[in-house]
């Protein structure tokens, strides 16, 4: 009897998709580099289960039914590319090699095209959903050779996590062609960059700016959870500061060490929003936050010599926390819309035809940023005309005017406050930019046409214009 799919690589991740493929009634081939990890699962938690444990790659290959489907789960780079390199010659032309991993985009082009060319079928997709979710049902994101499709769908989508009415719709799709599984993986990740950081300067500001104890936020975020900011983050937050340290006294959040660690997906989706000239603020003043963060020791010298505000909020702190509500939300919603925008440009750039709507509901469960107002995404692209940026769709144009008094008023208490809040303020300052007509871009281009002969254009007539500044100013005073 043949396995119905082999999977490369046994971390916590791997071992935990592996045990979810089967224990939905597909047999299993495994196997790892470091071979005693196999007999660990075989003789462990996948004894007596419909697992295969390999040794090497041949036979692992040789274990599965063809068309055969080869999952690596491993880490991005290198090794990936080693294992493309050692699969090709065991394989027959219409067998899958899948990589799981988070991997640049720009590589599942390349390796799509390269496994393609040797006449076998290649799948990038991204898999969310930590740990618990690859056990339990984690949201899938795959892209690559369409052929490949059919032959993996039973099992991506049985596997994957399930949401709608009767909890039967699974949080997988086809996304697009070659990169485009791992790139909105790519975007899901920086929208989680963005969505953790604004969370933590609501955080930040309940606790200083109000004195709010662990237990006072446990209750604040409990009652956002049972709102519109319901959300997988916005629920472990919550229980985050309800959990007591185990190797002394207090709060456990309160212990670890206040310096943030990044695996580079959100510095991906950043400079990847750079090379395509549209604004993703936040993941990128989340990648900041995070990389000063890391300057620990540098802080605490600077928190000797740099003097700012240290005043409490002194207002209505049943309001105050509403109103951080509300900015934090408006902020989420403005979060998204640049999510959005940047694989809308990304989508024109590379030629996929990726389904808006339905990647909301891909992150709708299983995922790390699944939330309830994902709904509403999948509603504003399926609209008869869906929007152009999500900011201007009715339901968030709505919902960030009724918040926008709010959102003013936190960031400006924080700036009062000395409280840094370099997302929320972000988002705000995206919003205002982006309802403005008019942006002061007219003077940053004179004085590039003034100092480099850049040119411009002019709101008055057709063309392209220069001027010789130095002739037609003012003289400047003499003494």
Not at 79 to 96: F, M, R, T
Not at 388 to 394: G, I, M, Q, S, V
Not at 423 to 436: F, T
Request: glycine residues 10%.
């Amino acid at each position: 009897m043949k396995c119905d799919i082999g999977l490369i690589g046994l971390a916590v991740m791997g071992e935990n998709l592996a045990l979810n493929i089967e224990s939905h009634g597909f047999s299993i081939a495994v196997h790892n580099r470091t071979t005693s990890k196999i007999d660990d699962l075989i003789n462990g938690r996948a004894k007596g289960k419909n697992f295969v444990g390999c040794h090497t790659l041949e036979e692992l290959v040789n274990s599965l039914a063809s068309p055969r489907k080869v999952m690596m789960l491993v880490k991005a780079g290198p090794a990936v590319d080693e294992y493309i390199e050692k699969l090709i010659p065991l394989l027959d032309p219409g067998d899958v090699i899948i990589d799981g991993g988070n991997t640049l985009f720009s590589d599942t082009e390349r390796r799509t095209k390269y496994v393609e060319s040797k006449g076998l079928l290649y799948i990038g997709t991204g898999v969310s959903g930590g740990e618990e979710g690859a056990l339990k049902g984690p949201s899938m994101m795959p892209g690559g050779s369409e052929e490949a499709w059919p032959l993996v769908k039973p099992i991506f989508q049985a596997i994957a996590a399930k949401v709608g009415p009767n909890g039967d719709m699974p949080c997988c799709e086809w996304v697009g062609p070659r990169g485009a599984g791992h790139y909105v993986k790519m975007v899901h990740n920086g929208i989680e960059y963005g969505d953790m950081q604004m969370i933590c300067e609501a955080y930040w500001l309940l606790k200083n700016a109000l004195s709010l104890s662990n237990d006072e936020l446990y209750d604040v975020f409990q009652k956002w959870y049972e709102g519109d900011l319901n959300s997988y983050l916005i629920e472990i937050t919550r229980d985050i500061f309800s959990v007591k340290d185990e190797l002394g006294d207090g709060y456990l959040v309160d212990k670890i060490m206040d310096t943030a660690g990044a695996k580079g997906t959100g510095k991906w989706m950043s400079q990847l929003a750079l090379d395509l000239g549209v604004p993703s603020t936040l993941v990128t003043e989340a990648v900041y936050a995070r990389c000063l963060s890391a300057m620990k020791d540098a802080r605490v010298r600077a928190s000797k010599a740099l003097r700012g505000p240290t005043a409490k909020y002194r207002g209505d702190r049943a309001k105050f926390i509403e109103q951080v509500r509300q900015a934090l939300y408006a902020s989420k919603i403005c979060s998204y819309a640049q999510g959005y925008v940047q694989m809308q440009a990304a989508a024109r750039e590379h030629d996929w035809p990726l389904k808006y709507g339905e990647i909301a509901m891909l992150w709708r469960g299983g995922c790390i940023i699944r939330a309830v107002f994902l709904e509403r995404i999948k509603e504003a692209f399926d609209a008869r005309k869906p929007p152009e940026n999500l900011l201007l769709a009715p339901y968030f144009k709505k919902a960030v005017r009724k918040a926008q008094t709010a959102w003013r008023a936190v960031v400006t208490t924080a700036v009062r406050l000395g409280i840094p809040v370099p997302a929320l303020s972000a988002a705000l300052a995206y919003y205002d930019g982006y309802r403005s007509e008019r942006l002061p871009a007219n003077l940053l281009q004179a004085q590039r046409d003034y100092f480099g002969a850049h040119t411009y254009n002019r709101v008055d007539r057709e063309g392209v214009f220069h001027s010789d500044w130095l002739r037609l100013r003012k003289e400047p005073p003499i003494g």
